[in-house]
T-cell receptor, first 117, second 115 residues
Framework: GAVVSQHPSWVICKSGTSVKIECRSL??????MFWYRQFPKQSLMLMAT?????????EQGVEKDKFLINHASLTLSTLTVTSAHPEDSSFYIC?????????????FGQGTRLTVV | AQSVSQHNHHVILSEAASLELGCNYS??????LFWYVQYPGQHLQLLLK??????LVKGIKGFEAEFIKSKFSFNLRKPSVQWSDTAEYFC?????????????FGKGTRLSVIA
């Protein structure tokens, strides 16, 4: 089945620095990818929809200047957490569907656990 | 707007007990329904999905779910749980043919299976 790979799996950074998370579709081209955030013991909350070749669509309450999304190619979307603070510590997950299949489930990356100290 | 409600926040069962996790959704049209599982420290994995046809769907690891349209429900079941089923379970919904729209997730149910 289609695979989505996310890197890194975990990262620890100092407050004020920026962190980039990559999401790749390994055997299909994804014109659209989704970025979620998961707080401990809570569900996945959609942050933004990443569109190849155009601007990302952010959900209400998500700061677009803080969470920069770049979907520069059909197999890669990146999420950059800029000027990270401890409250940004969370589990970030990307997702994509295989557009070759009309009705299919979403595939998820392994997730990135971000800890800001 | 779509929404998904999972009734149980945390379920604790003994091994071999039967499991049923509730899921109700709110959506105005035809839907695709999913159950995902997240084992500790791992990423989300698809357990089963419903797109059309037989409303009783069988998934991996002995799980099944039944789509009851009149009740807007898609409950997950397993006749006999194992310790290895300890995980977080998420119900999700998506509108039919919505290839470029995200899934909407429930808040999840934590299942703890004790030996």
């Amino acid at each position: 089945g289609a695979v989505v790979s996310q890197h890194p799996s975990w990262v620890i950074c100092k407050s004020g620095t920026s962190v980039k998370i990559e999401c790749r579709s390994l055997d299909f081209q994804a014109t659209t990818m989704f970025w979620y955030r998961q707080f401990p013991k809570q569900s996945l909350m959609l942050m933004a929809t990443s569109n190849e070749g155009s601007k990302a669509t952010y959900e209400q309450g998500v700061e677009k200047d803080k969470f920069l999304i770049n979907h520069a190619s059909l197999t890669l979307s990146t999420l950059t957490v800029t000027s990270a603070h401890p409250e940004d510590s969370s589990f970030y997950i990307c997702s994509a569907r295989d557009p070759r299949q009309e009705n299919t489930e979403a595939f998820f990356g392994q997730g990135t656990r971000l800890t800001v100290v | 707007a779509q929404s998904v409600s999972q009734h149980n926040h945390h379920v604790i069962l003994s091994e071999a007990a039967s499991l049923e996790l509730g899921c109700n959704y709110s959506y105005g049209g035809t839907v695709n329904l999913f159950w995902y599982v997240q084992y500790p420290g791992q990423h989300l994995q698809l357990l089963l999905k419903y797109f059309s046809g037989d409303p009783l769907v069988k998934g991996i690891k002995g799980f099944e779910a039944e789509f009851i349209k009149s009740k807007f429900s898609f409950n997950l079941r397993k006749p006999s749980v194992q310790w290895s089923d300890t995980a977080e379970y998420f119900c999700a919904v998506n509108g039919l043919f919505s290839g470029n729209t995200p899934l909407v997730f429930g808040k999840g149910t934590r299942l703890s299976v004790i030996a």
